[in-house]
Structures are given as structure tokens and as C-alpha cells.
């Protein structure tokens, strides 16, 4: 990306009124560039974590009693504070909309629930055309309570970004034909081939929902936007290509014209950087699994890249901790931009001492 072109964001947007415009983070978005498309190194390196709102936090734990997931979710208040935690615990470089990939599927009014230890579960799997027929149109207005959250978040956050964030098409309709979290994902990859005219309205339907959700964050104050594909490494690379990679373009394409940047992260996903990228991604994520120095290579020198900390490694001694985030930001210094994160989100058992200390010694790199 070079200057921002911010057409469509409302004037009091944090990025349209400056607020967000150089910070680190959308420093290393942009591929070292400034707000106006000049080069420029940020004050700092920027580290944000995927899941650093939620369960490590014993804030969170405490907030979140007698709540369910999806209500504290649509609960504004609740969802904004959770939102700010991490970023007054940890001094993150940007706050990360606590939400979930399926709250799109519950405000267009389908029976879906998580269940604590399992995952979201449908009242009735969406497995035939005629399932996919009965699908409720998803209205604008049904965003009422995603919009106030995140007003309410920006207002507190200053010149810190939010990320908005959505289930990808493929992750979210996989849940809704299996209609619970599933390993291999046999349902959707049987579909897209047995019954590809099914697949693709399912799909087609999943990335309306998706774009709308991250279109719905954008415009009330988030600075960049991230789609979170869980579930496309269970994929080839051919049936990504034909069946997935279309639907993940139409998702990105409902906020590509509001200017912001784009990433696109998926697990177990090294074998299709490119097509992520190319499905319209400004940033893309990388996962534990590869070197960012080869997602370099496979991607190219201008792609800045987000990743790639392995959570596994949060509860190892420090030492070891520390030559492992020293070792990935060097590996990640050959990108155009290079966002520290994780290669997947902070595992519950995380002791919050332990981030809080790796932002700081980012921050001193």
C-alpha cells in the first residue's frame, strides 16, 4: 500500500482524523510507509497478539462470570472493555475487537450457540439447497451492537488501533455443514465436490456475512481489518483455489474500498501464502509452522507479513522464549513490513506476565 485513500470512512474515523495515520502498526501495514506514502521507520516495533483479549486475563475471567460467550459478545459495554484489556495490560500496539465468527450467523438470526470446551454448535446443520435457501438476509441494522462497541473502543483507545476481524467464508460455512467444530472438515470438501451449486451459494452467503461484519467495524472506527481463516489448511491447494479463494476475495472486496489495510491469516496455510494473497490481502498472516524468511520468499519482498511466535513456546523458560521472538523478528526483517504476533492465538494457560515482557522486549528491539 502507499498513501492511504480514505473515501469512504466517515470524517471522525481515527484514521481519516489522524489519530491512528502513523502508528506502528499501520507503519508496518503500509510496508514501512508514513500516512502519506513516504517511507519511514516506526518509533517502535509493532506486536499485537491474536486472542490477547480473552481467557490468559484474569480480568477477563472475572468480567465474563455468568455471561455466555455470544452475549458478552453483543453486550457493547462488556465487548468494549474486554477489547481495551490487553492493550492497558500489555501496551500492544493495537486492540483486537472482541467478537467471534459466528456472531454474524447470530444476528442474521440462526439458532447457533459455543458451548464452553466444544465450540459453536448449530440448532440444524446447513447441508442441502434447500437449507442454504432458508438462509435469513442478514440486515445492516442487525450490526446496532457491533457498531457501539466499537465506538465505544475507539473512543478510549487514542492514537492505538483497532483491528476489526471475521470468520473467513470457508471456516464459517465449514461450521455451519458440520454444525460443530470437526478435525478434517470431511462435510464442506465433500460438498464442493458431490454438490458444487449448493457449495457455492453457501459460500456466496458466508462471504456476504463476513464482509458485512468486518464493513460494519471499519466504518465505525476500526484502522485495518483481519479475515481469519481456522480452517483453510485442511484444504489443497486446488480445491482452495477454486471452491475457497473466490468467496474469500468477495469478503475482503465489501472493505476494500474504505482504505484500510487488509490481512488475511489462516492455520497450517504455507502452501497457499500466495493465494491469500492474492484473494486481496495487503498483510498476510503466517502461521508457527513456517519460517517468515521463506514466506518472504514465496510472497516477495513487498508483502509485509504478521506472525509468527509459536504459543507453545509462551510457557518455556524465558531464555528460551527470548532467542525464539529475537530469531522470528530477524526472520521477518527481510519483509517490506513485519507485524510481531503469534502464530496462532494465546493459549488460555498463558501467563499474562510472560506477554506483557515479550512486548517489551519487541519494543526494545
Request: charged residues 20%.
Amino acid at each position: 500500500m502507499g498513501a492511504m485513500t480514505l473515501t469512504g470512512l466517515p470524517e471522525n474515523h481515527p484514521l481519516a482524523s489522524g489519530a491512528t495515520a502513523d502508528s506502528p502498526l499501520l507503519n508496518q501495514y503500509r510496508g514501512g510507509r508514513d500516512a502519506a506514502g513516504e517511507t519511514a521507520a516506526p518509533h517502535r516495533r509493532p506486536v499485537w497478539f491474536m486472542r490477547q483479549a480473552g481467557r490468559s486475563l484474569p480480568e477477563y475471567r472475572r468480567l465474563r462470570e455468568n455471561t455466555t460467550m455470544l452475549g458478552a459478545c453483543l453486550d457493547p459495554e462488556m465487548a468494549s472493555e474486554i477489547t481495551m484489556q490487553p492493550v492497558r495490560r500489555h501496551d500492544v500496539d493495537a486492540a483486537i475487537f472482541f467478537s467471534d465468527i459466528v456472531i454474524p450467523l447470530r444476528l442474521a438470526g440462526i439458532d447457533v450457540e459455543i458451548q464452553p470446551g466444544v465450540g459453536p454448535v448449530l440448532g440444524s446443520p446447513v447441508r442441502t439447497a434447500a437449507d442454504v435457501a432458508k438462509l435469513p438476509e442478514l440486515d445492516e441494522d442487525a450490526f446496532a451492537p457491533i457498531v457501539e462497541a466499537v465506538q465505544l473502543t475507539t473512543a478510549q483507545l487514542g492514537s492505538t488501533p483497532l483491528i476489526g476481524f471475521a470468520g473467513a467464508p470457508f471456516t464459517l460455512a465449514a461450521y455451519m455443514v458440520e454444525g460443530r467444530p470437526s478435525r478434517d472438515h470431511l462435510g464442506p470438501r465433500t460438498m464442493m465436490h458431490a454438490d458444487p451449486d449448493t457449495w457455492r451459494a453457501l459460500a456466496e452467503w458466508a462471504a456476504a456475512a463476513s464482509g458485512a461484519f468486518l464493513r460494519a467495524q471499519v466504518k465505525a472506527g476500526a484502522s485495518a481489518a483481519q479475515l481469519f481463516d481456522s480452517w483453510a489448511g485442511s484444504l489443497g491447494r486446488a480445491d482452495y483455489a477454486e471452491h475457497v479463494m473466490p468467496h474469500s476475495t468477495a469478503a475482503l472486496s465489501q472493505v476494500r474500498d474504505l482504505g484500510v489495510p487488509l490481512v488475511h491469516f489462516g492455520t497450517g496455510t504455507g502452501e497457499i501464502l500466495d493465494l491469500m494473497k492474492e484473494a486481496g490481502a495487503d498483510v498476510v498472516g503466517v502461521d508457527y509452522r513456517l519460517n517468515l524468511a521463506e514466506a518472504t520468499r514465496r510472497l516477495g519482498a513487498q508483502t509485509p507479513l504478521q506472525g509468527n511466535i509459536d504459543p507453545a513456546l509462551l510457557t518455556a523458560p524465558w531464555e528460551v522464549l527470548e532467542a525464539h521472538v529475537r530469531a522470528v523478528a530477524e526472520a521477518g526483517s527481510g519483509a517490506a513490513g513485519h507485524v510481531l504476533n503469534l502464530g496462532h492465538g494465546v493459549p488460555p494457560e498463558t501467563d499474562p506476565e510472560v506477554l506483557t515482557r515479550v512486548v517489551e522486549l519487541i519494543h526494545s528491539l
